[in-house]
């Protein structure tokens, strides 16, 4: 699989803006909170990063779930990850990552869990991964929440956040080996859960494949004259006179005494004649001929581009409604 899509999901300042900026390594990739307690991500925006191995990870942030300005209802969640999902016809979801701050006193992810079914359906608890953000305050929050991940059999992961101290105000930068170690417990999670599908868009998927194969069949053959030209070869015959030799029977008088006593003798000679004969030689002349040749119709994805322009267009048009 080259391509890996995962939607941020939990509660606001649980750190799902910073983890995006830790994932591409860049300090101010998107604006992060303060030490305000404000909500600061107020759309779904969508970020790809490469990872090692050529794969791409789209990363789907969202705002925060308990938004102290509640800027997003659940179904917008959805209506706009569809709508960023549908430009690149992607038509599933690889994880749902529920962010759960270690630091905070909350047990949220019970409550954003119950939205995500209310929103996605039961089965999307199967495409689950719970992330851990921020370092452990207390063994027992930890251990507390290990055990409700457990219980709701969904996997959970440790992660750590390039962040600012908020105490000192210093820039604290995640270790490079700490961060590839991160991403790579990350995706083995990633990849254990169960792909979520999203009908809406399987179904818009299937609608452009169906359609612009419709068109492609509808499209009349074209034709195209061809000219070229052939060697036609035949025999030509050629007659011409021969000398030949035949034998011929003579006769003559037989001695001297044969001329009175009217005896002669006869004998054999070659005779030269002259005859006809046929001979054939090999020839060949170039013929013009002429052809319809049938053009081959333009590949498939000529008629998905076109008609993937229309319908994700529409589709998108009528989730903005
Ligand atoms: N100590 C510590 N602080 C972190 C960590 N990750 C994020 N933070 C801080 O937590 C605050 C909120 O982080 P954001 O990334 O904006 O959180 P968010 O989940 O995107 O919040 P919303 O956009 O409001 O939903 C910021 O002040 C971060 O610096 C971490 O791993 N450790
Ligand atoms: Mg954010």
Redesign the pocket.
Known sequence: MMELNVM?I?????????????IVNRRDW??????NG?????EVSECTTQLSGGKKLNIY?????N??RLRLSNKEIRTKLEYHLSTSLTTAVDAFLV?E?L?SEAITMRRNLATLTQTFGPQVTQSCVVVL???PQSEGRTRNLLQICSDLKVPAVF????????DSGVW?SLDPKKLTLQIESLLTKIRAVKKYELTNLQALKNDINAEANRRRDAEATQYETKNYTIQVPYMEAEVRNVTKQRPVVKDKWAGGMGKMLGQKKTYVVMENYTDQETIYHERSREETKTHQVAIPKRPIEFYIDIVKKERVAAFKRQLMQ
């Open positions: 941020l939990g509660d606001t300042r649980v750190g799902k803006t910073s983890f995006v900026n830790t998107k604006r992060v909170g303060g030490d404000e909500s600061t991500t107020a942030d969202t705002p925060g779930m938004d102290s962010f701050s630091r953000t921020k370092e992660w750590e956040n390039s962040h600012v101290e908020p604290k």
